[in-house]
């Protein structure tokens, strides 16, 4: 279960880092809202991860898996660049995001 936490926690920072896009600098109510309680709701689903899962690995799971879809999105949606090192790089993040998940050790009670 602390592994679904976790991705639904990454899943949420990218829709959290794109309201932050559209809040623009939390001066427009609505998207500020939406933006600060998927910011509260990703953080606890990350910390209920934390019971199962390192701090370490989830963190760097978290993060990663933000980045990679923000970059995405913003390729995908909003016309940023899209050349060979960003694809590259995008790739090595998604396999260092695998191979936390398949090192991850059990930790101690």
Same mark, same amino acid.
Do not use: C, D, R
């Given at each position: 279960?602390?592994?679904?936490?976790?991705?639904?926690?990454?899943?949420?920072?990218?829709?959290?880092?794109?309201?932050?896009?559209?809040?623009?600098?939390?001066?427009?109510?609505?998207?500020?809202?939406?933006?600060?309680? /998927?910011?509260?709701?990703?953080?606890?689903? %990350?910390? !209920?991860? *934390?019971?199962?899962?390192?701090?370490? =690995? @989830?963190?760097?799971?978290?993060?990663?898996?933000?980045?990679?879809?923000?970059?995405?999105?913003?390729? /995908?949606?909003?016309?940023?660049?899209?050349? %060979?090192? !960003?694809? *590259?790089?995008?790739?090595?993040?998604? =396999? @260092?995001?695998?191979?936390?998940?398949?090192?991850?050790?059990?930790?101690?009670?």
């Amino acid at each position: 279960m602390a592994w679904i936490y976790l991705i639904m926690a990454g899943l949420l920072e990218i829709i959290w880092v794109i309201g932050l896009k559209y809040s623009h600098g939390f001066t427009i109510l609505i998207p500020s809202i939406i933006t600060v309680a /998927l910011i509260l709701l990703s953080f606890f689903l %990350l910390s !209920k991860s *934390f019971h199962s899962i390192t701090l370490g =690995t @989830g963190y760097a799971v978290f993060t990663g898996l933000g980045t990679v879809g923000t970059i995405a999105a913003g390729m /995908l949606f909003w016309g940023e660049t899209i050349n %060979l090192w !960003k694809v *590259f790089f995008v790739a090595l993040m998604i =396999t @260092g995001i695998i191979g936390l998940k398949v090192s991850q050790a059990e930790p101690k009670p």
